[in-house]
T-cell receptor
C-alpha cells in the first residue's frame, strides 16, 4: 500500500553543521512530495513541494530533490541554525488532495 | 487573507462528554481536512471533505468521531463520547485545487483537547 517513511525520529545537530532528513515513499501513483515544518506551538507550514523528477526545489535555505528512481525526497540544508529546531514531516499525495504524512523527525539544533 | 481558524484553542472535557470543535477554512478553498496529532502517532487523517462532500472518514475513527461541513466556510468535528485516549491536538487544514498553491494544505492553529 501507499506509505511514506522517515527513518529518524530525533536528530540533534550542532549549529553550522549540515542537515539531512531522510524521506522515502512507496506508491504506484505519480505524486507530489512535500516537506512541512512545525515549530513549537505553531501550525505545520509547507516548506517544500515537488512533483518533478530530478529537479532541485529550494526554500528558506532548505532544498530537496525528488528522485523517482529511488522513491526519495530527502531534505537538506548546508548549515543548521538554531531557528531550524522544529518538527519536520515528509508527505506525499498519491491521489485527490489527501496527504499521507510520515511519522515526523524532530530536529534539535544546539549552540 | 484570513487563514484557517479553529475554536476553541483549548478544551478540557470529562470522560464521556461530547465536545464539538470548529473550523473555518481559507475562503475559496474546496478541500477541508481534520487531523489528530499526537507525539506517538504523528498526524492522522480523521476526515476529508471536497466541496462539502465527505470523501474520507478516517476508518478507525468512525465510531466516536463525526465531522460535518454544513457550508463551504464552516466545519465541525464532534467527539462523542470522549475518552482519555482522545487527548491530542486536533488540526484543521484546507487547500485549493488550482493555482500556484495547488495541493498545499494550510493548517489552523489547532485545538488542544485534554480528556480527564
Amino acid at each position: 500500500g501507499d506509505s511514506v517513511t522517515q527513518t529518524e525520529g530525533l536528530v540533534t545537530l550542532t549549529e553550522g553543521l549540515p542537515v539531512m532528513l531522510n524521506c522515502t515513499y512507496q506508491t504506484a501513483y505519480s505524486t507530489f512530495l512535500f516537506w512541512y515544518v512545525q515549530h513549537l506551538n505553531e501550525a505545520p507550514k509547507l516548506l517544500l513541494k515537488s512533483s518533478t523528477d530530478n529537479k532541485r526545489t529550494e526554500h528558506q535555505g532548505f532544498h530537496a530533490t525528488l528522485h523517482k528512481s529511488s522513491s526519495s525526497f530527502h531534505l537538506q540544508k548546508s548549515s543548521a541554525q538554531l531557528s531550524d529546531s522544529a518538527l519536520y514531516y515528509c508527505a506525499f499525495m498519491p491521489n485527490y488532495n489527501v496527504l499521507y504524512f510520515g511519522s515526523g523527525t524532530k530536529l534539535t539544533v544546539e549552540p | 487573507d484570513a487563514g484557517v481558524t479553529q475554536t476553541p484553542r483549548h478544551e478540557v472535557a470529562e470522560k464521556g462528554q461530547t465536545i464539538i470543535l470548529k473550523c473555518e477554512p481559507v475562503s475559496g478553498h474546496n478541500d477541508l481536512f481534520w487531523y489528530r496529532q499526537t507525539k506517538i502517532q504523528g498526524l492522522e487523517l480523521l476526515s476529508y471533505f471536497r466541496s462539502k462532500s465527505l470523501m474520507e472518514d478516517g476508518g478507525a475513527f468512525k465510531d466516536r468521531f463525526k465531522a460535518e461541513m454544513l457550508n463551504s466556510s464552516f466545519s465541525t468535528l464532534k467527539i462523542q463520547p470522549t475518552e482519555p485516549k482522545d487527548s491530542a491536538v486536533y488540526l484543521c487544514a484546507s487547500s485549493g485545487d488550482w493555482g500556484p498553491n495547488y495541493a498545499e494544505q494550510f493548517f489552523g492553529p489547532g485545538t488542544r483537547l485534554t480528556v480527564l
